[in-house]
């Protein structure tokens, strides 16, 4: 069973930075799949914000680039996720995630991850104040 257990969120002032960890456990590439981060604020939808393929190619919502770095270091079974210049706006709670590729470009609406596909943890809470 896949394990996913986020790490690293807290309240900053805004312009401050946060490093998310997801230390994974017992999940093996799936077709199709990827590993990322996606948020979810408040009555809100929940948003894909970065990914990661399996060969390692990374891509991020308009929002966040220049801003958020994601990356994986294979030896420690962990991904990172870098937030520099946080704004308010990227006020969440932020879930690691491995699922449909597609899924981190489009979203998954207004829904809970308990309804999403494939394997999340348990979010970790990200406050930025203005």
């Known amino acids: 069973q896949a394990q996913l257990v986020e790490s690293g969120g807290g309240s900053v002032q805004a312009g401050g930075s946060l490093r998310l960890s997801c230390v994974v456990s017992?999940?093996?590439?799936?077709?199709?799949?990827?590993m990322g981060w996606f948020r979810q604020a408040p009555g809100e939808a929940l948003d894909g914000v970065a990914s990661i393929t399996s060969s390692g190619a990374v891509s991020y919502i308009d929002s966040v680039k220049d801003r958020f770095t994601l990356s994986r270091d294979n030896a420690k079974a962990t991904l990172y996720l870098q937030m520099n210049n946080l704004r308010p706006e990227d006020t969440a709670i932020y879930y690691c995630?491995?699922?449909?590729?597609?899924?981190?470009?489009?979203?998954?609406?207004?829904?809970?991850?308990?309804?999403?596909?494939?394997?999340w943890g348990q979010g970790t809470q990200v406050t930025v104040r203005s």
């Open positions: 995630a491995a699922t449909l590729c597609w899924t981190f470009a489009h979203g998954y609406g207004p829904v809970s991850r308990e309804s999403a596909s494939g394997h």
């Open positions: 017992g999940y093996t590439d799936i077709d199709g799949y990827c």
